[in-house]
Antibody
Framework: QVLLQESGPGLLKPSETLSLTCTVS????????WIWIRQSAGKGLEWIGR???????FYHPSLQSRAIMSLDITKRQFSLRLTSVTAADTAVYFC???????????WGRGTLVTVSS | EIVMTQSPATLSVSPGERATLSCRAS??????LAWYQQKPGQAPSLLIY???IRATGVPARFSGSGSGTEFTLTISSLQSEDFAVYYC?????????FGQGTKLEIK
């Protein structure tokens, strides 16, 4: 059973950059798409983006100008950077995995990120 | 972006009874539709994909149906562990999106 674990700061100030890392415990990081999804009271569940095992990225149009995802196969990690955060970015951030880049088969436990001055 | 609308927002059902949850897409998503269950403090968990295919380990009391723009998740005989929030999600084109959820509560 694959395990995904998010890590990163839980509190940010407006205009700062959110940086999260997901560590994957599985036999292989290949053949999957690696995903970030967030959940807030205001917007519910929202796809942030996904990165394929070859490094191709797909971002939600509303976040495309601020989001960057990366993948480090040797460390079995993938990351999310979201620049210029505001209170609207306050949410629980989940990292996740999809074999087919469609439905999400595996999720991390989620990490709460709060943006407040 | 395709908008997914779930109804009702809250559904009160007694244990042992049937629950029917609906999901509507703002445009056709064919059968590219998944359902997830989320319990408090946990991540969502995949129940159904391809509109009607149960994910590994999902009990047979969960069934999905529909195609195009109208979808249904049915739980045939509610168990205590089934009371949770349920989300639909399309994956027909990017960006994928979730519905706002239906909370299934004990009547």
């Amino acid at each position: 059973q694959v395990l995904l674990q998010e890590s990163g700061p839980g509190l940010l100030k407006p205009s700062e950059t959110l940086s999260l890392t997901c560590t994957v415990s599985s036999d292989s990081i290949s053949d999957y798409s690696w995903i970030w999804i967030r959940q807030s009271a205001g917007k519910g569940l929202e796809w942030i983006g996904r990165i394929t095992d070859s490094g191709n990225t797909f971002y939600h149009p509303s976040l495309q100008s601020r989001a960057i995802m990366s993948l480090d196969i040797t460390k079995r990690q993938f990351s999310l950077r979201l620049t210029s955060v505001t209170a609207a970015d306050t949410a629980v951030y989940f990292c996740a995995r999809s074999y087919s880049a469609t439905k999400v088969e595996n999720w991390g436990r989620g990490t709460l990120v709060t943006v407040s001055s | 972006e395709i908008v997914m609308t779930q109804s009702p927002a809250t559904l009160s059902v007694s244990p042992g009874e049937r629950a029917t949850l609906s999901c509507r897409a703002s445009q056709t998503v064919s059968s590219d539709l998944a359902w997830y269950q989320q319990k408090p403090g946990q991540a969502p968990s995949l129940l159904i994909y391809g509109a009607s295919i149960r994910a590994t380990g999902v009990p047979a009391r969960f069934s999905g149906s529909g195609s195009g723009t109208e979808f249904t998740l049915t739980i045939s005989s509610l168990q205590s562990e089934d009371f949770a929030v349920y989300y639909c999600q399309h994956y027909t084109n990017w960006p994928y999106s979730f519905g706002q959820g239906t909370k299934l509560e004990i009547k």
